[in-house]
Nanobody, 127 residues
Framework: QVQLVESGGGLVQAGGSLRLSCAAS????????MGWFRQAPGKEREFVAAVSWSGSSTYYADSVKGRFTIPKDNAKNTVYLQMNSLNPSDTAVYYCAAGTRGLSLIQYTDYAMFDYWGQGTQVTVSS
């Protein structure tokens, strides 16, 4: 069993930055692929980014590529989402997720590939 707790959300102006954190407790964090998804009101949950168990490989949605990064710190059992150059279209609830299926990162764009989820943290970007 894995518990995930997100933090770091809030209100930021367009062009600003935020860093989300996802603290994990439970078993084998260092062996898990981690991901971030987001869901805006009235829209489906959307893939944002994923990082391999070692932290050495990452994959991003086209909409955030070049603006967001997903560092993973296995020593701290924490994965981050560093968000720069934010714009109002980034407004959503952001969810952290953990998976263990040993798939290629591109397969983790499907939220069904993740086994555990956090409760979400709200990010609001004002224009």
């Amino acid at each position: 069993q894995v518990q995930l707790v997100e933090s770091g959300g809030g209100l930021v102006q367009a062009g600003g930055s935020l860093r989300l954190s996802c603290a994990a407790s439970g078993r084998a964090f260092s062996k898990r692929t981690m991901g971030w998804f987001r869901q805006a009101p009235g829209k489906e949950r959307e893939f944002v980014a994923a990082v391999s168990w070692s932290g050495s490989s990452t994959y991003y949605a086209d909409s955030v590529k070049g603006r967001f990064t997903i560092p993973k710190d296995n020593a701290k059992n924490t994965v981050y989402l560093q968000m720069n150059s934010l714009n109002p279209s980034d407004t959503a609830v952001y969810y952290c997720a953990a998976g263990t299926r040993g798939l290629s990162l591109i397969q983790y764009t499907d939220y069904a590939m993740f086994d555990y989820w956090g409760q979400g943290t709200q990010v609001t970007v004002s224009s």
